[in-house]
Nanobody
Framework: QVQLVESGGGSVQAGDSLTLSCIAS????????MGWFRQAPGKEREFVAA????????LYGDSVKGRFTITKDNGKGTVWLQMNNLKPEDTAVYYC?????????????????WGQGTQVTVSS
């Protein structure tokens, strides 16, 4: 089992920045990729960004490219999502996921483990 705990959400103004954290514990060696997804009310879970523990792949959804950056620290089992120039459409609950393969990195089904989510609200 792998446990994921997100933190760092909050309410900000458009143009502001936030950094989300995801701490992984347990059998993290069984995971290969860490991803961030978000889900707004009434919408499907949307891929935001992903990174492999090896560092070989750093992947982004089209809506956040150039604004968000995903980083990791293997020793700390932590993945961060730096979010800059936030927009009202970024408002959602953000979830961290852990999966064993990067083949279909943008699909929620790829990720076996999920955190509880952290709310990000961006007002105009």
């Amino acid at each position: 089992q792998v446990q994921l705990v997100e933190s760092g959400g909050g309410s900000v103004q458009a143009g502001d920045s936030l950094t989300l954290s995801c701490i992984a514990s347990g059998r993290t060696m069984s995971t290969y990729i860490m991803g961030w997804f978000r889900q707004a009310p009434g919408k499907e879970r949307e891929f935001v960004a992903a990174i492999t523990w090896s560092g070989r792949d750093e992947l982004y959804g089209d809506s956040v490219k150039g604004r968000f950056t995903i980083t990791k620290d293997n020793g700390k089992g932590t993945v961060w999502l730096q979010m800059n120039n936030l927009k009202p459409e970024d408002t959602a609950v953000y979830y961290c996921g852990a999966g064993a393969s990067a083949t279909y990195y943008a699909r929620p089904a790829t990720y076996t483990y999920w955190g509880q989510g952290t709310q990000v609200t961006v007002s105009s």
